[in-house]
């Protein structure tokens, strides 16, 4: 989308490029730290949406933390996708898009509107 000359939107793209180190963390608190202070930049969290991401610990962790900072939350359910909605992101009331660039821009929009 950042490259699509027809979309306006702005991206601060903050995906991991590198892994982040957390062997030394057991619990996982360098890497909810870590991930905390991305999601912290962010105006809003998209969540994709893929055939295993509804039973991700990490991804109800994700979209809890996006909505106590305030930031916008929406998902976009990946091409061909058939798994479930996270049940979080429905109890939020966050759009879903589906694979289509029109919904997808929509959402994002629409997240981006109702962050409190």
Not at 41 to 61: F, K, M, Q, Y
């Given at each position: ?33 870590t991930l905390k202070q991305k999601i912290g930049r962010a105006s809003v969290l998209v969540c994709l949406i893929g055939n295993a991401t ?63």
């Amino acid at each position: 989308m950042a490259q699509n000359p027809n979309i306006e939107i702005e991206f601060y793209e903050t995906s991991l490029k590198t892994p982040i180190n957390s062997i030394n963390s057991k619990d996982g608190a360098y890497l909810r730290q870590t991930l905390k202070q991305k999601i912290g930049r962010a105006s809003v969290l998209v969540c994709l949406i893929g055939n295993a991401t509804a039973s991700s610990e990490w991804v109800e962790w994700g979209i809890l933390t996006a909505k106590e900072l305030g930031k916008g939350l929406c998902g976009v359910r990946l091409k061909d996708s058939q798994g479930r909605t996270p049940q979080v992101l429905r109890a939020v009331g966050a759009p879903v898009a589906d694979w289509d660039m029109g919904q997808i821009v929509a959402a994002i929009e629409c997240a981006a509107a109702r962050r409190c």
